[in-house]
């Protein structure tokens, strides 16, 4: 039996500045479209989450 969260998001990175702290999960901050891309692949591969795409600029990590 597997008791416990076993999906969950990670992190939220965006290009739009007027997204704030959503709910406790971290918001970072992307300069362009590229360095969006960067660091939400890096944040991914550290925490051996996926990224997936919630609106043009934004990006979650998610654990599933």
């Not at 300069?31 to 989450?49: F, I, T």
């Amino acid at each position: 039996m597997n008791v416990g969260l076993n999906e969950y998001t990670l992190a939220i990175i965006t290009t739009d500045q007027n997204i704030k702290n959503i709910g406790g999960c971290p918001v970072f901050y992307a300069d362009d479209s590229k360095d969006l891309q960067n660091k939400a692949m890096l944040m991914a591969k550290c925490v051996s989450g996926m990224v997936h795409e919630i609106d043009k600029g934004t990006l979650i990590v998610v654990k599933h």
